[in-house]
């Protein structure tokens, strides 16, 4: 990657972040009505005025869960990995453990609870990579994703829509190499595991 850093000696990022911070919301909201509700999910439709001054609807889905992953790595840099059929696309999906975490729990709970659901892994360091929005233009879901070591043998326990899933271990180097080949394609484990290959020396000296 480029370093632009002297090409950019002069700008002034604080008056760069007072602007990012203040900006105005140009969409007026006229009225929220609801069209589906389930345990997971609202879906409303919105009557607005957009940016452009024009009337107009916008479809938004409501989670009702924040979306949690996580990545676990051994002493010897492995990784695990879960793969399932996703029933929306009606594909295969290699991912990072993940799960919904209901917006009254601690995230790390859930972390913990989902990784030893999914792999069998109890993890005793659990750390906060990074906050995502992994679909902004129709959801507000919000997505953590959190780095597990210190790691131990526990017991899986599948819910039903997930006996299918296929777990796999593996070096990280390798799937950062999965991700990069179009092998893992879900957001929110690109996002975790490109982040923590650029930041790797952050978590592991």
């Not at 700008?11 to 990012?20: F, K, P, V």
């Not at 105005?24 to 940016?51: D, F, M, R």
């Not at 929005?133 to 959190?146: K, L, M, R």
């Not at 390798?174 to 996002?191: F, G, L, P, Q, R």
């Amino acid at each position: 990657m480029t370093d632009n850093r002297e090409d950019v000696v002069h700008r002034d990022d604080t008056q760069n972040t007072e602007n990012e911070n203040t900006h105005t919301n140009p969409w007026k909201t006229l009225s929220t009505q609801p069209v589906y509700n389930n345990a997971w999910i609202k879906v409303e439709e919105h009557q607005v005025i957009n940016p452009g001054g024009s009337n107009g609807i916008y479809g938004k889905v409501c989670f009702k869960n924040q979306a949690v992953g996580i990545i676990p790595i051994d002493e010897d840099g492995n990784t695990w990995i879960v793969g399932q059929h996703r029933y929306t696309l009606n594909e295969w999906s290699w991912e990072i453990p993940m799960g919904g975490s209901p917006k009254k729990e601690d995230k790390i709970k859930t972390a913990k609870r989902e990784l030893e659901e999914e792999t069998g892994l109890v993890s005793e360091a659990i750390v906060e990579l990074l906050h995502i929005h992994p679909s902004n233009s129709i959801t507000d879901e919000q997505g953590y994703v959190y780095l597990a070591t210190q790691l131990s043998e526990g017991v899986q326990a599948l819910e039903d829509t997930e006996k299918d899933i296929q777990v796999k271990k593996l070096p990280f180097t390798e799937v950062v190499e999965m991700a990069k080949n179009a092998e893992i394609t879900d957001a929110i484990s690109m996002a975790g595991i490109f982040y923590l290959a650029l930041n790797w020396k952050q978590y592991f000296k």
